[in-house]
């Protein structure tokens, strides 16, 4: 075939310019797990949330059910737990809160003055809760504590049915938001849509924990709130699930839909908006941009219809779902990420350089997943991080062959990601295990080692290439080729003549990498 010498040059131009825009982009380095401990005594623990503090350490709250270990006692049944470790993960103190019933706890914010305040449920009314709505069944349960984690204040609010706080924030102007689910039709509660259905609730509180305002959010089905963030108008949006098509909530599709809820600072509803398709949809986190837009991060079972495209799974496997909105709530992109078995996201943090990380689950261990340690029925925590855009860019599986999740996930410095779940593994990436379940917190380092940094840059030429590369002859070791969603693609070793005839690849960029005992070299490859 005759190519046009003029056709051909335009393209290589723009190759080479589009080269020279994404070769910073790329990482040339699977991220690492470089720091993990588990916390928890006996029994079963879950680490649920955490939030950074500015001495390097961290507080991080769940529940436990142990009363040793790294637990001073319990109160009964599941307690409310709060921890504060410093920079090198040692506990600095750790506390159970409750009563002689089950008591949890969802999430923590820290206020201007260094205390913190802590959402969870409770269905106590000794110890230490007072006033809940009835005997059998959970309020939300509000801890305002010192930053010696000593309770200062603490407050129930809900109504004679289950009332579960599920995410607290504060709003710039210094109130407290609470979201969760409410069943309740009386006591602090006013406007439930639903018959025997579970309403999104959202209270409003001043610093004293007193009641300012509440919101019912939902229709005639269930609907959840699992997570939210205040906005810079002092309002905030929830995100959860949705299973109506009528009352607050637009767009429903079928089953379960992501519901996201953008609410004023007196708790009027803006919009409240479905977003899915025929499967089952879930919003878990969301982040607010500057610009005022939102990014969303679920989980969808979908297979390619209504909302959702580029699902990995089968229908009724879940994928990694993030979704870019506008302020008003239009859908600007969605992506799926994953693989063949079930991967569910639950964390999101927005990152310094422009892009998000996103943790959960994964049960899967191809398409964008590699490195899963394989168990029965046991998912790995999944960590990954996409461009601005929401294109891929990094993965890393950690745990063991037991059972691993994860659920929150912060930006400690650049690159370095620290990530809050729970483990009952006691091998591989985990090295302690107390009992049963431990609350466990990670950090992924997603920088260069420092053999890669000392190695420097491979020279490979063409390149852009198509047929074929060249780089240093004699090479002794393993020559990958890596897509951009961190697929191998090429693998060979020992390379005498230095010269690689390629497969059949798709156009895109891609990293060229030649590993030895005592050097990594590695380049960025352009195909066209």
Request: hydrophobic share 35%; charged share 20%; proline share 2%.
């Amino acid at each position: 075939m005759i190519h046009s010498t003029t056709n051909f040059n335009s393209m290589k131009t723009v190759i080479v310019f589009l080269l020279f825009c994404l070769v910073g982009l790329i990482i040339n380095a699977q991220p690492s797990l470089s720091w993990q401990k588990t916390y928890g005594g006996s029994d079963h623990e879950y680490a649920i949330n955490s939030i950074p503090l500015s001495d390097g350490g961290f507080v991080f709250v769940g529940h436990s059910d142990s009363g040793d270990g790294d637990l001073p006692d319990n109160g009964g049944m599941t307690d409310l737990w709060v921890a504060r470790a410093n920079a090198a993960g040692t506990l600095v103190w750790s506390y159970s809160y409750g009563g002689t019933l089950d008591d949890e706890g969802a999430d923590v914010v820290q206020a201007a003055d260094g205390t913190f305040f802590v959402a969870g449920w409770s269905d106590s009314n000794d110890g230490d809760v007072s006033g809940n709505h009835d005997e059998y069944s959970s309020d939300f349960w509000i801890l305002h504590l010192n930053s010696s984690g000593l309770i200062m204040n603490k407050k129930c609010f809900g109504g004679t049915y289950d009332d579960d706080a599920a995410a607290i924030d504060i709003t710039p102007d210094g109130h407290i938001l609470v979201a969760g689910i409410t069943y309740s039709y009386d006591g602090d509660v006013v406007g439930n849509h639903g018959s025997y259905e579970t309403d999104v609730w959202v209270i409003k509180l001043d610093t004293a924990l007193n009641l300012l305002s509440q919101k019912c959010v939902g229709g005639s089905d269930t609907e959840e709130g699992i997570n939210l963030v205040a906005t810079n108008d002092n309002g905030c949006v929830v995100v959860g699930r949705s299973f109506s098509s009528d009352g607050d909530v637009t767009g429903y599709h079928a089953g379960s839909d992501m519901l996201v809820a953008k609410l004023t600072s007196t708790l009027t509803i803006e919009w409240a908006k479905c977003f899915g398709g025929s499967e089952t949809e879930e919003g878990n986190a969301v982040v607010q941009l500057s610009d005022g837009s939102y990014t969303v991060l679920g989980y969808t079972s979908t297979h390619n219809n209504g909302d959702v495209t580029g699902h990995y799974g089968s229908s009724g496997m879940d994928d990694f779902w993030l979704l870019k909105l506008t302020s008003t709530g239009v859908m600007e992109w969605a992506k799926c990420y994953g693989g063949s078995g079930d991967d569910q996201a639950n964390g999101l943090t927005k990152t310094a350089d422009g892009g998000y990380v996103m943790c959960g689950l994964t049960n899967s261990s191809d398409e964008q997943v590699s490195g899963f340690h394989t168990g029965f029925f046991a998912p790995d925590v999944w960590v990954a991080k996409v461009f601005s855009d929401g294109s891929f860019m990094w993965q890393r599986c950690c745990g063991g062959t037991d059972q691993d999740e994860s659920f929150n996930v912060y930006e400690e410095s650049a690159n370095v990601y620290v990530v809050t779940g729970f483990t009952y593994s006691s091998n591989y990436d985990v090295t302690i295990n107390h009992g049963s379940a431990d609350g466990w917190i990670l950090k992924i380092t997603a920088v260069l080692g420092e053999d890669e940094l000392s190695a420097g840059e491979l020279k490979v030429f063409p390149n852009p290439a198509r047929d074929y590369i060249s780089f240093e002859s004699g090479f002794k070791g393993t020559i990958s080729i890596t897509d951009m969603q961190g697929r191998i693609v090429f693998q060979t070793k020992d390379i005498e003549s230095g010269i690689i005839v390629l497969p059949t690849l798709s156009p895109g960029v891609y990293e060229f990498r030649l590993s030895a005992q005592d050097c990594v070299k590695y380049n960025t490859i352009l195909i066209y």
